[in-house]
C-alpha cells in the first residue's frame, strides 16, 4: 500500500465532508496546492549538547537508531548540523574549530544515510539567533538594547540565550555554515531555529536604520527595523536553500506563526500546511506551539 501523506489525507477527508466545518462543502473550497509532501510521524530530537559532555556519539549505532524510528512509525525525523552551544557536529572543513571537541565520527551524515536506506526524511536542524560559541568568540556581534548593553542571559549566569545581532559579521559566517550543509550533506529541508525581529542597537544596526531614514533613538523605529532585518533574512537564506535544493523544506521557528510571517509566507513550506487546512475545510488557527522541550511530534516541523 503506498504512503499515505498530508495532502492525501485532507483531500480524502475534505472530500467526504469529515473536515468541512458548520456543514459548509467541500466543493466550494480551494483546489490543494501541488508541492512538497509532508510526513505524518515527525519527530523534532533536540540535541544541544555541550563541551563539557564527554565521548559523545561514541556508542552511537546508526542502524540501531533508524531501525527504532522504524518500529515507532517515525517518517520524518530533524537532526543537528549546530545547536545553540554553537558545536557542529559533521565533518565541517570551513568551520573545523567549531566541531564539537568531543565527538569522533560524522554523526550528522550517520544518521542521514541510516534513516534514508529506511525511507526517512531528515530536516537539517541549524541554530541561529542564539550560539554560544559565537557569543563568547566575538561579543562585538551580540545585540545591544537602548543603554548598548547585551540582552539575554547575563554572563555570569548559565544558559546560551544570548542574542546575536543579523546585520553583524555573524551573518557571514552563519551564510558560509549554512552553504557548507547544502553542498556536503544531503538535505531533505532545513529547519532554522530561534528567527525573531529582535530591537537591536549595534553599529551595524544603527548604520542600517541611518541609511534607511530611520531614527535609532525612537522604539518605533528600531522596532520596524527589526521586522525588515528578520524578513530580509529570510528571503536571503530561502534564496540560498533554493539554489542548492529547490525542493527543500525550509521552516523558521519563532515559536509560533503569526500575521506579521504573510510578508514573507513563501519563504517557508508551512504557508502549504495553512492551505492544505483551507481546502480540506478547516479553520486554520494559530498560534501553533510544540507540546514538548525534547523530541516530540509536531504538525509542522517536517
Same mark, same amino acid.
Not at 527543500?248 to 506579521?260: D, E, K, L, V
Given at each position: 500500500m503506498p504512503e499515505l501523506v498530508r495532502r492525501d489525507f485532507l483531500k480524502l477527508a475534505a472530500s467526504t465532508g469529515w473536515l468541512a466545518p458548520g456543514g459548509a462543502s467541500p466543493a466550494a473550497q480551494p483546489p490543494l496546492p501541488e508541492g512538497i509532501p509532508l510526513r505524518f510521524r515527525q519527530i523534532h530530537l533536540d540535541f544541544h549538547t555541550s563541551e563539557h559532555i564527554q565521548d559523545v556519539g561514541a556508542a552511537f549505532d546508526p542502524d540501531e537508531f533508524a531501525g527504532l524510528l522504524v518500529k515507532a512509525h517515525v517518517n520524518s525525523v530533524t537532526c543537528f548540523a549546530r545547536c545553540h552551544h554553537g558545536w557542529i557536529y559533521f565533518d565541517t572543513k570551513k568551520h573545523p574549530e567549531r566541531r564539537h571537541p568531543h565527538l569522533k565520527r560524522n554523526l550528522l551524515a550517520e544518521q542521514i544515510q541510516a534513516c534514508h536506506r529506511r525511507n526517512i526524511r531528515v530536516p537539517i536542524y541549524i541554530t541561529v539567533e542564539w550560539d554560544h560559541y559565537s557569543a563568547t568568540h566575538h561579543p562585538e556581534w551580540l545585540v545591544l538594547d537602548e543603554k548598548g548593553y547585551p540582552t539575554g542571559t547575563p554572563l =555570569?549566569?548559565?544558559? &546560551?540565550? %544570548?542574542?546575536?545581532?543579523?546585520?553583524?559579521?555573524y551573518r557571514d559566517f552563519l551564510r558560509e555554515h549554512v552553504e557548507e550543509v547544502l553542498t556536503t550533506l544531503p538535505v531533505d529541508g532545513i529547519f532554522f531555529d530561534i528567527v525573531h525581529p529582535r530591537e537591536c542597537n549595534s553599529r551595524w544596526c544603527r548604520e542600517r536604520m541611518e541609511k534607511a531614514g530611520l531614527d535609532p533613538t525612537r522604539q518605533s523605529d528600531r522596532l520596524r527595523h527589526a521586522l525588515e532585518t528578520v524578513n530580509e &533574512?529570510?528571503?536571503? #537564506?530561502?534564496?540560498?536553500?533554493?539554489? =542548492?535544493?529547490?525542493?527543500?523544506?525550509? #521552516?523558521?521557528?519563532?515559536?509560533?506563526?503569526?500575521?506579521?510571517?504573510?510578508?514573507?509566507? %513563501?519563504?517557508?513550506?508551512?504557508?502549504?500546511?495553512? %492551505?492544505?487546512?483551507?481546502?480540506?475545510?478547516?479553520i486554520c488557527t494559530f498560534p501553533l506551539r510544540r507540546a514538548t522541550a525534547g523530541p516530540s511530534e509536531s504538525k509542522y516541523w517536517g
Open positions: =555570569y549566569e548559565p544558559g &546560551f540565550y %544570548r542574542n546575536l545581532c543579523l546585520n553583524s559579521p &533574512f529570510k528571503r536571503e #537564506f530561502t534564496a540560498l536553500v533554493r539554489r =542548492y535544493h529547490p525542493k527543500a523544506t525550509i #521552516f523558521y521557528n519563532s515559536g509560533h506563526i503569526g500575521p506579521r510571517h504573510r510578508a514573507v509566507a %513563501r519563504c517557508s513550506h508551512i504557508s502549504n500546511w495553512s %492551505r492544505y487546512r483551507a481546502a480540506a475545510g478547516v
